[in-house]
């Protein structure tokens, strides 16, 4: 048995099977919801075993801050995140602790991340989000949320980091890198799940042959991208493909291999674009639940950006947002767009003063549940509202994941997300359809599917409903409520 916990068995759904064990309890296409719906009252950890694997997840906040003690545990590769090492390797979300291009990377990365960092990136964010107004005022006014939301969110990251576009404003086709990189995501996930099967191996195997074409595509593109930056007149730049091209670790000496830098590129395409625009398209999706949070959210764009609908924030001003800060908040509570992450205990440890657990074992923090924890959020803990007092032990809320390989474009996703919710909000006005109901996506993150809205262009103060004057008050960095740390 993998992730044996030293034998230990954990409550687990009814009807355990002798051979495919819990495998009917899990629903492949969906897991996060079935949990949710099915299995919330297995208790504050729970397993699932599918054949040979065990799964254990935590769904306490408590026994979850333990987990978080970077002093006695660290992440762990869960079979999902092992099962993308073929396309994303020792890539930064996927690599293992002791692989050294993490720590390299993760050196050299870093400063794309600064505050200098992102006020470079500002523009192409503002930029990104005007090309796709364009589209939007040519249309009829339907919107299709996550599928806008994740051409804006790829397209942001694929400009900033890659100066690498996908046309994804100017045809309705859709990039075949990103039929590719679904194409792999999906495959990973399936390799996850297969892994503990008899002949693993050969059915992996019989995968990648079935899917070799998109996979070489994938490889070729992303090979294509660092090719052409080095034959561009202009080489160097200070964005990620440039800092990974031409920069060695300041101490070391270092440097990244290409092959390394093609699972880093992947790695950022994928992972800076996918929980951004599900955490966008959560936003809306409870926004227009909640009219009365909706005219807040618009009454704080009014006062900060002013009478013009067209207006565009500042870098300064995005901070300034902060009851749209609070919507994101809660919405990444109910939905944390990357649902949960893996920890393993440094050294063979105890946890919730009861289980042993050896640096082999690991546990999954379920952050849906645990983020609804009624001990810690209240019995309203699957009501939104972004007015709500964070309670104690909120430093659970982790949907950036925790210690340090936590999210590392986490103020790159609240600059983006703020200034596109900001912008609009107003510039339009957004109607929902009130029979919608929350289906959601689950790929490798979590979003709205067929999700839509209409909107309508808001008219300037002088032909319409007047908008309150700007406020004057002094922008202060927003503070996080997860780390306490100052964004942007
Ligand atoms: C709302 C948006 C986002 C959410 C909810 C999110 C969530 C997370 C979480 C939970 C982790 C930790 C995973 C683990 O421990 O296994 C993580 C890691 C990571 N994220 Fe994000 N992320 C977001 C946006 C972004 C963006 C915009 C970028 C890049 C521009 C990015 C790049 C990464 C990378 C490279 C890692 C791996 C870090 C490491 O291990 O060193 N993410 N993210």
Redesign the pocket.
Known sequence: MRNAWSGHTFPHPPGRRRWMKDAHSMDPERPVQHILEHHRDLGPIFEIVVFGQKFVFVADAELAAELNDEKRFV?ANSPA?EGLRGIAGDG??T?RNDEPN?QLA?DLLVPAFTKQAMQRYHPVMAETLDELFVVWDSGDGRVDVGGDMTRLTLET?GRT?FSQAFGSFTTDEVHPFVEGMVTALTLGRRKGVIGALPGARILERRLDRRHADQLDYVRGFLDDIVRSRRTAATTGGDDLLGIMLDQAHPVTGQRLSDENIRYQIL??LV??HE??SG?LSFAFYYLVRHPDVLAKAVAETDAILGDDPDATPSYEQVPRFRYLRKVLDEA?RLW???PG??RSPREATTLGGRWTMTPDDWALVLLPLVQRDPAVWGEDADVFDPDRTRPRLASTAK????GE??????Q??VH??TMALARILHRYDIAGDASYELTINERLTLMPEDFHVTLTRRRPATGGTPLPAVEDAPAAAAVCPYTGSTSG
């Open positions: 992440k995140l930064l979300f690599a993490w993760h990251i980091g790695t950022f992972a800076g929980t951004t955490a990444l944390p767009t990357a992450y893996a949907p950036f994941g925790t390989r936590a999210c590392i474009g986490r790159f996703a983006e997300a």
